[in-house]
């Protein structure tokens, strides 16, 4: 990712923090003078999401320090260590508020004030939540017409988890706040409590999942995970194509980052490639590489023989 991209993500991930903050204030208020369980949750859950966002924030900045003696690849995967912080504390303070709140109220029932504020709160908060939405969809978008595939799939493999975050967060905020709005309704209509904690529940439901999908995914990156197959291909495309390489014997890529890579490759140059011609090979095609790949921020290659070259005796 360039400088550009990661503006561009540090700008969706204050736009959801700002958003989510004033939206946390306001559904506190109203669950504090409704009485009503699932918008203390919903208050919950906006609250989870702009302590989600400032650790992404954090996330951000660990990850874009240069490379040192220390981290030879840099720092990028803080970025997913902090991402599966933030995820754990949205499992924690978002998911177990809500469904130990849902419990209660369905087991010892609840006094439900004036609702209507809430009703207010929850149309505004949707507005709102809807534009923090269209600032991550539109990036989004931005990236999966780069690498010509659907922003469903790019949602789904990329390693900008910083722009995952938001996206399935203020998702699961819509949601919650469609399934808040439900629970109040059918709660006013049959004058049961248990309806408003069942939405309190459906509410943790939902953040448990959020969370689980984003720390199962950050701890794969953690771990070492390879670039996209379709990214891989194209890799070997251009190392294929310069005129000093007769083939790819392998090609390694590690994500070290939020769509920062490294690539290790062995290559097959041509016999005549030798002494000070296969330097200049070699840091013509790194140049090549990191030139069509901005991603790219380290480059290994490996001069080997193909299967094809003559064995020794």
Known sequence: MGENENGESLGTVLVAGAANLVIALA??????????????????????????????????????????????????SASYLWAIVAAGFTLVGGAGFSLTHGWHTITHGEDL????????????????????????????????????????????????????AVVYEDIAALVGIAIAGAGLGMAQLTGSSVWDGIASIAIGLLLLVVALVLIRTNASLLIGQAAPAMLQEEIRAVLVAQPEVEAVVDLVTLMIGPNQ????????????TTGERLELASDRVEKCLTQRFPEIRQVFLDPTPGRSAPQQA
């Open 261 to 272: 890579i490294m690539v290790a490759a062995k290559i097959d140059f041509l016999d005549e």
């Open 27 to 76: 559904k506190l208020v109203a669950g504090l003078i409704s009485g009503s369980s699932s918008m203390l949750s919903e208050a919950a859950h906006s609250a989870a999401d702009t302590i989600t966002e400032v650790l992404l924030f954090t996330a951000i900045r660990h990850g874009e320090r240069p490379a040192d003696r220390r981290h030879p690849l840099g720092h990028g």
């Open 113 to 164: 004030g004036d609702i209507g504020i809430s009703y207010i709160v929850l149309a505004v908060s949707f507005a709102i939540e809807s534009v923090s939405l269209w600032k991550g969809l539109s990036q989004l978008r931005k990236e999966a017409g780069r690498w010509h595939v659907s922003s469903g799939r790019l949602l789904r493999r990329t390693a900008d988890t910083m722009l995952k």
